[in-house]
């Protein structure tokens, strides 16, 4: 029987013909070849936390989801190999029993490792560059069903094309990751004002491991989260900071959420409650569990990232346009710094920059309030996370990414009968 997928963001929904499970390499590149014999397409879904249109096909969904866990650790080279299907959650878990971590992470846990990996997904911290940086040697199945292992030395320029790949040149099964020991993190939350955080950005970031903060829209205010490595003892607060991050942070919000959908004059209000009442504290606890948090309240969301020196003309003016526009809006902006990677196509190639996400509640207006702030993003030399709105088609893409047009070489070869395309990437990559 057919299955209808939905995105997390409600942003698509596919029912493909065929949703496969397979346990092995093997078996994907075998679903891989017989599509290319028949002339099918195939895609390949993580968690379906994305919401641009990455994975939707009426064709072959492949999901990995039974093909996770860790193949194999050394503590020597500190890496581990592991299972593309793997949800970060559960590698987080495993690596721990190693006294292993991930030297950073994003907000959420719940993604798959090769989905988070595959659009770029990111942290925050002046000394960390996006996940995919972690990947040292890769096993993909080409959109051809070639079984092929990349890494820096085997195959390098495919290699750095397939660290953020969309899912376009063919399935990820296997990675070997580089860990760090693992380590305890001091997590502090707190008010703070937007002329102090972007006035005091770079002293910020250089002061904290990670760093960042989210501005409520007609306020001058922010939460600033403060996050450092710490040997004290776990302090999280225990039944009650959970009963909280339930009860205020997620039903709490979605209750405000709810009334600014239906009241949206009044989102300039919510707006100001919930910065006054911003979570306030400070927490000790094992990185995963510092840098992971509940998302039960479901928005859309679009992030841009900008050069680090242009990042505050950019927000300034988008500060000016909500305020002078009137978005009716009372979900904060998140602002991260992420370091400059050598990927081919990873929004931060070659550059240092700070991310500026934008959300609006599900149900809520958001086409004019997103379309807007995006051409202001573009004035700044914007790029687009991957998994998140945007409307750039190839011409877009290949104005901001050096790289646009030699990674769609690469992928032309290693599909050449265009296999792994639906739709949406045929437009990005200009491949009618
Ligand atoms: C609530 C929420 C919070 C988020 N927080 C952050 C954050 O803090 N930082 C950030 O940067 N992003 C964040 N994101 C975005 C999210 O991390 C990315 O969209 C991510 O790609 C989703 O992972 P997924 O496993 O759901 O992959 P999907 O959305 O299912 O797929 C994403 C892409 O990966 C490809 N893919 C999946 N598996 C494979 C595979 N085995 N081989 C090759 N390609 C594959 C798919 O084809 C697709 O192109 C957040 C999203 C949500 C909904």
Redesign the pocket.
């Known amino acids: 029987m057919s299955k209808t997928i939905e995105s997390?963001?409600k942003s698509y929904s596919c029912t493909p013909r065929d949703l496969k499970y397979p346990r092995s390499t093997e078996e994907v590149a075998q679903i891989i070849q017989e599509a290319n014999q028949q002339g099918r397409n195939v895609?390949?879904?993580?968690?379906?936390?994305?919401w641009t249109y990455?994975?939707p096909t009426n064709d072959i969904l492949i999901s990995?989801d039974e093909y996770q866990g860790l193949l194999h650790t050394d503590s020597t080279s500190m890496t581990a190999e592991v299972k593309?299907?793997t949800k970060l959650h559960r590698l987080f878990d495993l690596l721990h029993k190693h006294d292993m971590a991930l030297i950073n992470q994003?907000?959420?846990d719940v993604?798959?490792i090769?989905?988070?990996l595959?659009?770029g997904?990111?942290?925050t911290g002046r000394e960390f560059g996006t996940l995919a940086t972690v990947i040292e040697e890769m096993t993909l199945v080409t959109g051809a069903g070639e079984i092929m292992r990349l890494s820096e030395k085997n195959n390098p320029e495919l290699f750095k094309a397939a660290q953020v790949?969309?899912?376009a040149l063919g399935?990820?099964?296997d990675m070997k990751i580089k860990t760090v020991k693992s380590f305890k993190l001091e997590y502090i939350s707190k008010g703070g004002t937007l002329e102090d955080a972007i006035g005091n950005f770079d002293r910020y970031n250089a002061d904290n491991r990670n760093f960042e903060f989210y501005w409520f829209p007609f306020t001058n205010l922010v939460q600033l989260k403060l996050v450092n490595e710490t040997q004290e003892p776990i302090r999280d607060g225990g039944f009650w900071r959970e009963v909280d991050d339930i009860l205020i942070e997620n039903i709490g919000y979605e209750v405000l959420s709810k009334l600014s959908k239906y009241w949206a004059w009044w989102t300039p209000r919510f707006s100001k409650f919930s910065a006054k009442y911003v979570p306030k504290g400070r927490w000790v606890n094992w990185s995963h569990k510092i840098f992971a948090t509940k998302?039960w309240v479901r928005f859309k969301e679009m992030e841009y990232n900008v050069p680090r020196e242009k990042f505050e003309a950019c927000m300034e003016e988008i500060v000016k346009t909500i305020h002078d526009r009137k978005f009716r809006v009372h979900m904060p902006m998140e602002i991260r710094y992420v370091k400059a990677d050598d990927i081919m196509i990873s929004p931060a190639t070659g550059r240092n920059c700070v991310y500026m996400a934008v959300h609006q509640y599900l149900g809520m207006e958001y086409e004019d309030y997103f379309k807007t702030l995006e051409q202001i993003f573009w004035k700044y030399e914007g790029r687009p996370?991957f998994?998140?709105m945007n409307t750039l088609d190839y011409e877009g893409f290949k104005r901001i990414h050096p790289n646009w047009d030699r990674f769609i070489a690469l992928r032309n070869q290693v599909d050449p009968n265009q296999t792994m395309l639906n739709d949406y990437l045929k437009k990005i990559f200009n491949l009618q």
């Open positions: 997390w963001g895609r390949v879904i993580g968690s379906g936390h994305s990455l994975v990995l593309a299907g994003g907000d959420i993604q798959s090769a989905g988070a595959s659009t997904t990111h942290g790949s969309l899912g399935v990820i099964t998302r996370h998994g998140k």
